[in-house]
């Protein structure tokens, strides 16, 4: 059988090679410390666990989901803008319920793009981004996030060509992997640029719950006019442990929620309503175990950062998300650098070229492991005399 050009031209997963030298690793009895993988190692909060059980035994969450969302789910999600970016929402025309946000990110091109638009997208960035690209047959450019510009786009950089041809940019603060934050001035900035430029935002907010020393990293939406060009996608899985869940939105410019929602009107009915019932619980309930979790994963970037430092390895706390960017030592490339940590130290990091070209030079290191597996990793690094 055939199969389409569309799926033959998908991206290579370049982390493909690196789980499975992890697994053969582990097939032999090594005991390795696996750094390079981006799922939450906590369970999902108890009170959104038993809203789930609850919404389960209803026969109203049995049959197929409305259509766009239940209105429950999207009126939670403009309570939650409100009280946590005292952003105003319109839930009915500016809110779409996502399998996740891997989806809606994947399918967005399919509902703004003609085949050959372009796309700009941070190098290094989200690998499943290219997804999209494959699947919508458009092109992209990618922009430079450099260290001396905090890992921030420079639109001046950017040509007179890509500015005329970008039709879409994708952003995402908290960055995975660099874990760089944005500010409202540099979110102001994009605003102008995409209004000038005519092009349009979608700033993909997955690690917006996770700001360390007391910052809270800002939402896209609340830079003025964020609604004229662009929207915000955000999702459960690292805010309230709720990967396996499938379940995230889209918010902001209404035209673009209204293509999102017409493509998934054609692609699927929504996820299910009792998902949908303990999700709205998890937004409008306390945020305590957002607050438990926060700690959690400063706690151990405090140890990570500390430890590196001890051994002498000369790197930058994160000052949000889960991941930390750190450089590798000049004789080796990110992947020689991973390579060498996993077959003598049994520890599994993400090298950074795996992000793009200007993520070489870095590994990112997950903090998804307890403080004691931390520090044993780093511990096994130090006997390697690399320092
Ligand atoms: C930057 C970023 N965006 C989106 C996602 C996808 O999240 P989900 O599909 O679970 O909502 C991830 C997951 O790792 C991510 O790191």
């Known amino acids: 059988m055939e199969i389409s050009d569309r799926l033959k031209n998908m991206p290579p997963h370049f982390f493909s090679k690196l789980v499975k030298s992890?697994?053969?690793?582990?097939?032999?009895?090594?005991?390795?410390?696996?750094?390079?993988?981006?799922?939450?190692?906590?369970?999902?909060?108890?009170?959104?666990?038993?809203?789930?059980?609850?919404a389960v035994e209803d026969p109203l969450t049995h049959g197929y989901a409305a259509f766009r969302g239940t209105t429950e789910l999207k009126e939670a999600v403009g309570v939650f803008y409100k009280r946590e970016y005292?952003?105003?929402?319109?839930?009915?025309?500016?809110?779409?319920?996502?399998?996740?946000?891997?989806?809606?990110?994947?399918?967005?091109?399919?509902?703004?793009?003609?085949?050959?638009?372009l796309l700009l997208l941070p190098d290094p960035g989200y690998p499943d981004y290219l997804s999209g690209v494959s699947l919508a047959d458009i092109k992209y450019n990618l922009m430079p996030l450099l260290a001396e510009n905090n890992f921030l786009p420079d639109y001046a950089a950017l040509s007179n060509e890509q500015k005329e041809q970008a039709k879409l940019m994708y952003l995402n603060y908290p960055s995975n992997p660099t874990s760089a934050t944005a500010s409202i001035p540099f979110f102001d900035e994009t605003v102008a640029f995409a209004k000038t430029s005519n092009i349009a935002i979608m700033h993909d907010f997955a690690y917006g719950a996770i700001g360390f020393d007391g910052k809270k990293p800002v939402s896209f939406l609340q830079a003025d006019g964020a609604k004229d060009v662009g929207i915000e996608m955000y999702t459960f899985s690292k805010t309230y442990n709720m990967a396996g869940w499938r379940i995230g939105f889209a918010v902001g410019n209404a035209e673009i929620i209204e293509a999102i929602n017409t493509l998934q009107d054609h692609l699927f009915i929504n996820p299910f309503p009792a998902v949908q019932r303990a999700a709205a619980v998890a937004l409008t309930s306390s945020q305590d175990c957002v607050e438990n979790l926060v700690s959690l994963y400063e706690s151990r970037r405090n140890v990570l950062i500390s430890e590196c430092k001890r051994i002498g390895w000369d790197v930058e706390a994160p000052p949000a998300s889960f991941f930390a960017w750190l450089p590798v030592p000049k004789e080796y490339s990110s992947e020689s650098f991973a390579d060498l940590l996993l077959s003598k130290a049994d520890v599994a990091v993400a090298p950074g070229n795996g992000f793009g070209s200007y993520g070489e030079g870095y590994i990112r290191v997950?903090?998804?492991e307890d403080e004691n597996r931390l520090k044993e990793a780093v511990a096994r690094i130090e006997k390697l005399n690399l320092f």
Not at 23 to 29: D, I, L
Not at 91 to 116: C, D, H, R, S
């Open 22 to 54: 992890v697994e053969a690793a582990m097939a032999e009895g090594r005991d390795i410390i696996n750094l390079g993988r981006g799922n939450p190692d906590q369970p999902t909060p108890k009170h959104i666990i038993e809203a789930l059980q609850e």
């Open 86 to 117: 005292n952003v105003d929402i319109n839930p009915e025309t500016e809110v779409a319920i996502l399998f996740g946000t891997k989806t809606g990110l994947v399918e967005l091109p399919l509902a703004l793009m003609n085949a050959g638009d």
């Open 366 to 368: 997950g903090l998804l």
